[in-house]
């Protein structure tokens, strides 16, 4: 389970997480884990722009969406966890099989 700020983002087993992971927190996510046998001279690791939301306060909608790259109007309502797969679910409006 990938969780933002306290929401759930993505649910799958970890292999669908790191080989085919859907939701935009989960790809970053998984792209900024450093590669075996590459060193940190050679390749710098990817961050995410941005800051998580304070949980005092938490945002309205998708709680990534101030550092989404895929964010648009929709994002400011909160996106069900739709189930994608027999074991793969994903909360985010830009994935298939949600209404956008
Ligand atoms: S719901 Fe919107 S802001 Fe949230 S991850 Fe999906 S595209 Fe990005």
Redesign the pocket.
């Known amino acids: 389970m990938i969780m933002y700020a306290g929401k759930l ?1 993505e649910k799958a087993p970890t292999a669908t997480i790191i080989q085919k992971p859907l ?3 989960t790809q970053a996510l998984v792209n900024s884990l450093p590669e075996v046998g590459v060193r940190y001279k050679d390749k710098k690791l990817a961050g995410i722009p941005g800051s998580p939301p304070s949980l005092l306060k938490p945002p309205t ?2 709680r ?2 101030a550092r ?1 790259p ?3 109007a ?2 400011a309502e909160e ?1 069900p966890f739709v189930k994608v797969d027999t074991d793969h679910s994903v ?5 298939p099989g949600t209404d956008a």
């Open positions: 983002a939701h935009p927190y909608g998708c990534f969406r989404c895929l964010a648009f929709k994002c996106p909360a985010c409006w830009k994935v």
